[in-house]
């Protein structure tokens, strides 16, 4: 499209104008390469709170349109995998970055994509022009969109607008005005540009070091390269980036197999090793979560639980024949509790129904219209327990879903580079990273090591994600399974 580079046209609805307030409603994409071909992709998002009629006015999509939406912590890994190393195109860049980047950070992603702003772009090629919003610039280039405010079409009348002013001005006019846009890399303080050109463009974790060989910074890419020259940039404004790419005196990194392996190795290094420019993670001695129990037709009882973290506790999260179902991963109690009160003021629950209330008659919450009845006979018991189920659903963990160990196998094949021409085996054991080896037959090497680790609630989020193409280890051992390819990188058994 411009600059040669591959590209994202990125267009967001949203709940509001504050990213740090409201949430992603839609998210529209349309992947340009350097040869013309493009690609789109769109999603529908559950934003966790009702969208304002005025809102709903503007773009169509109504709370009955998400309602079994996705929420983006459910789509964030993938997003994230596929959009790194893409240069970002938007129009008003800063409004879709900003939510976008909160998004990600809450998911614990880092976000910093090359950015390319149609508003600027529009300002610098029609300086002649007082108003630049896309509805203007539609009518500007007697473009029609079939739905204004979806994010779809919005990045269709955002490719439009940059095809017509290339067919205009043509391409050196417009990457002239673009280039000024981006952040251009610049030589680090004390690092030779030849060290960071060895590094392999492929999925990998990498390394910051600064005098003394003191750990600076920890990270992990797709694509390793770009990444790590990103850090770099010309007109840092964040105090801690100009910080640490002054402070940078050598690199190394490690090659995986692909976006899991790079993911689980990060969080693992950052834990045990915690650099000095990472975000601190606390280690937990326990976790809480919300247990539910039924007996019978029974009224579900629900309770704070606190959970050690050795990973031979096979009830954290939980195993397929367990009697109760666990919901929630919080660092402590009061955060447990507070989840638990807004799930029951949000659903309407009974507080003695769940087992939390004591005392004769109904709950306080019915008398003050607050609850549905359940604990004055108006509301049938079944249909409260379902009720309840609903308002956990989200948050239910998932059981370990095999009898023993596991691994998830991931292969560079998909990556088409003969640098990261190798397999990655991940070896787990009820939701525990137990290390990765390239070789079947080092696998039980990876098992005797369980029995000193500890249940990780990063590890297990990652994991659940891609639990569904793990296999048991004894039909690795035994020879009866074999990996096939994913497009994803990530194989499964066949």
Request: hydrophobic share 40%; charged share 25%; glycine share 6%.
């Amino acid at each position: 499209m411009i600059l040669g580079k591959p590209c994202v046209v990125i267009d967001l609805e949203t709940t509001g104008t504050s990213a740090s307030r409201e949430a992603i409603t839609e998210v529209g994409l349309r992947f340009c390469a350097p040869d013309g071909s493009t690609r789109d992709w769109q999603q529908l998002l559950n934003p966790g709170r009702s969208i304002p009629p005025y809102i709903s006015q503007l773009t169509g999509i109504r709370d009955d349109m998400v309602a079994d939406a996705p929420y983006f912590e459910d789509i964030a890994a993938g997003l994230h995998a596929m959009l790194d190393g893409y240069m970002m195109i938007a129009h008003n860049a800063r409004f879709d970055y900003s939510f976008l980047k909160h998004a990600f950070d809450s998911c614990e992603f880092d976000f910093r994509p090359a950015l390319i702003c149609t508003v600027k772009l529009s300002r610098s090629l029609y300086p002649g022009e007082k108003r630049h919003s896309l509805d203007v610039i539609c009518e500007r280039i007697h473009y029609r969109r079939e739905r204004a405010h979806r994010a779809l079409d919005d990045v269709s009348a955002t490719c439009a607008f940059i095809n017509y002013a290339i067919g205009e001005f043509g391409i050196d006019k417009v990457n002239s005005a673009a280039r000024g846009q981006l952040q251009r890399p610049a030589q680090p303080a004390h690092l030779p540009l030849q060290e960071v050109s060895r590094i392999p463009n492929t999925p990998g974790v990498y390394r910051f070091y600064g005098e003394q060989s003191s750990l600076l910074y920890i990270g992990k890419s797709v694509r390793m390269r770009e990444r790590v020259m990103s850090h770099f940039n010309a007109d840092i404004r964040a105090d801690r980036e100009m910080r640490l790419a002054q402070e940078v005196r050598s690199i190394d990194w490690c090659t995986t197999a692909g976006e899991l392996g790079a993911l689980l190795r990060e969080n693992r290094e950052i834990k045990s090793q915690s650099p000095i420019y990472n975000r601190r993670q606390r280690r937990h001695k326990q976790l809480w979560c919300i247990e539910t129990e039924q007996q019978g037709t029974q009224a579900l009882r629900v309770q704070l639980t606190a959970r050690p973290l050795q990973a031979t506790n096979a009830a954290m999260p939980g195993n397929a024949k367990a009697k109760t179902q666990l919901h929630g991963l919080f660092s402590s109690k009061s955060h447990a509790n507070k989840w638990l009160n807004s799930k029951i003021e949000e659903y309407r629950l009974c507080k003695k129904m769940l087992g939390l209330e004591r005392g004769s008659g109904s709950c306080f919450n019915f008398q003050l219209k607050r609850c549905d009845g359940a604990c004055a006979g108006v509301e049938p018991v079944a249909v409260h327990n379902q009720r309840v189920l609903d308002a956990l659903a989200n948050d239910q963990l998932q059981c370990w879903p095999f009898a023993g160990a596991a691994v998830i196998i991931e292969s560079a094949e998909d990556w088409r580079d003969a640098e990261c021409a190798q397999q990655d085996i991940h070896v787990i054991d009820h939701w525990v990273y137990l290390g990765t080896v390239h070789d079947p037959a080092d696998i039980n090497s990876q098992l005797s090591s369980v029995e000193n680790a500890c249940f990780d609630r990063e590890t297990y989020r990652l994991l659940s994600k891609f639990i569904h193409l793990a296999v048991p280890v004894a039909e690795i051992v035994a020879g009866r399974a074999h990996a096939v390819e994913s497009p994803d990188g990530i194989s499964s058994p066949a």
